[in-house]
């Protein structure tokens, strides 16, 4: 629900991809030598192979605008390269699909590099609906139960194979958001994508409708309406679509108490309180706001911990923060 800008994240990412090449017995360095080793059967498998081989670090750290377009030239060029036509409702992979997610190794990638690249990325909570943790819970060989950071293919590796490792193609997400995008086709105008070449933009706002009034008045709790919308009209679209994709509204309007809560608070820490507060304990003021909110309170910090954005534009929206 908040954008990374990239800027900030591909010096880390590099970093660790050169340090994996570095190393010829790294799994990222066999990956390579795989391709390498493959010899397509047509021109379009060749050229595949060739764009992947001429730059892997390259390749590797492709941006989603970069994915996008390279998507878009296939679709054009050879658009069943990869992925059949539905057959009898089911979608196919073409044998070529296959090869290329069996000499990326994804599997073995995700086992081996998966938990490392969400840590890099500083990603917590899941940034599709962002109330929960981007982990998972898996059964591990030794029939022991581990958590492990869930990632998510924003291009659909059954569709773009050829993606299936590069990592600004890896979203940390939950299982449910994962599951309900599924292999849908997406794009970059209409779907929230992580990470952004541009500045930042708060697309997405969280919002009350009247609901400290009627909640005061009531005290009925049930009154209490949450909304999820667009700040800047020209990202309607994305915003719809993103609801409609994970049902955010229908989500978080089973977590009122958490509003009841904050409407609580913002009853009795006016700034004169907080002002108190930070004298007393000698905290500096936004750590006052932090604790007495219970989250986060600064928006860079949305993804370290599940429900920080909603909680954060409640807070604003009934004045407990600015």
């Known amino acids: 629900m908040h954008k990374i800008k990239i800027d900030t994240i591909l010096p880390i990412f590099e970093d660790f991809v050169e340090k994996e090449l570095d190393n010829d017995n790294s799994l990222l360095s066999k990956i390579k030598a795989n391709i390498e080793n ?20 390259a390749f590797i750290l ?20 990869f992925f059949c036509e539905k057959i009898k409702g089911i979608d196919k992979k073409t044998p070529f699909c296959k090869t290329i997610l069996n000499k990326l190794n994804y ?68 299982a449910n958001c994962n599951h309900s995008k599924g292999n849908n086709d997406v ?18 706002k969280f919002k009350l409708n009247s609901a400290d009034i009627i909640y005061t008045l009531l005290n009925n709790p049930n ?6 919308n667009s700040t800047i009209p020209k990202y309607n679209k994305m915003v719809n679509s993103h609801k409609n994709n994970y049902d955010i509204e229908g989500l978080y309007n089973t977590q009122k108490d958490i509003v009841e809560e904050l409407i ?36 860079e910090d949305i993804h370290k911990r599940p429900m920080a954005k909603f909680m954060q534009d409640i807070a604003k929206d009934l004045g407990l923060l600015n």
């Not at 492709?62 to 390269?81: A, G, H």
């Not at 006016?270 to 989250?295: A, W």
């Open 38 to 57: 493959y010899v397509g059967s047509n021109k379009y498998e060749k050229l595949i192979l060739e764009h992947i081989r001429k730059d892997f670090k």
């Open 107 to 174: 599997t073995i990638f995700r086992s081996v590099y998966g938990t490392k690249i969400s840590k890099l990325s500083s990603v917590k909570t899941c940034p599709y609906c962002n109330a929960m943790l981007a982990v998972n819970v898996i059964r591990d060989r030794d029939d022991s139960l581990k958590a492990r950071l869930q990632l998510d293919h924003f291009f659909p590796k059954s569709r773009y194979p050829y993606l299936s490792i590069s990592l600004f193609n890896l979203i940390p997400s939950c």
């Open 223 to 228: 009154k209490i309406d949450i909304s999820f």
């Open 62 to 81: 492709q941006s989603p605008q970069q994915q996008e377009s390279f998507i878009r030239q296939w679709k054009i060029d050879k658009p069943n390269l």
């Open 264 to 299: 609580w608070k913002s009853q009795i820490y006016n700034q004169s309180t907080i002002s108190d507060l930070s004298i007393l304990t000698g905290l500096p003021e936004k750590n006052i706001k932090r604790m007495v909110i219970g989250n986060y309170i600064e928006v």
């Open 187 to 204: 794009n970059l105008d209409n779907d929230f994508h992580l990470y952004t070449e541009d500045t930042p933009v708060e697309k997405f």
